[in-house]
């Protein structure tokens, strides 16, 4: 059975760090990009960030740009988000996905194959 699990989450000030990750098991990750999503109270899912299959390719939206940084270690089927700087509207519980293709494609959580089941980020003094 294929399943991402993620973890890393928790309560932080404004100013610090955390760093995510997200394992899979039942299958490998290799041959995926993978998408970071997040979802506060209230709105809609959206994406983050995303890594291509080899790692060579990464994408960030803009609110995050410059103080997130996606990662993967394919040898240890997990893909890491380094977030700095973290800000009271980074608060949300955050996803990762395993895309159908190799290449990040689009953000659209409908093309996600593979989801896990989320860990708390709470930025707050």
């Known amino acids: 059975q294929p399943q991402l699990v993620e973890s890393g989450g928790g309560l932080v000030q404004p100013g610090g760090s955390l760093r995510l990750s997200c394992a899979a098991s039942?299958?490998?990750?290799?041959?995926?990009?993978i998408g970071w999503f997040r979802q506060a109270p209230g709105k809609e899912r959206e994406g983050v960030s995303c890594i291509s299959s080899s790692g060579g390719s990464t994408n960030y939206v803009d609110s995050v740009k410059g103080r997130f940084t996606i990662s993967r270690d394919n040898a240890k089927n997990t893909v890491f988000l380094q977030m700095n700087s973290l800000k009271p509207e980074d608060t949300a519980v955050y996803y990762c996905?395993?895309?159908?293709?190799?290449?990040?494609?689009?953000?659209?959580?409908?093309?996600?194959?593979?989801w896990g089941q989320g860990t708390q980020v709470t930025v707050s003094s």
């Open positions: 039942g299958f490998t990750l290799d041959s995926h990009a």
């Open positions: 996905a395993a895309g159908p293709e190799y290449y990040c494609s689009s953000y659209d959580i409908y093309e996600y194959d593979y």
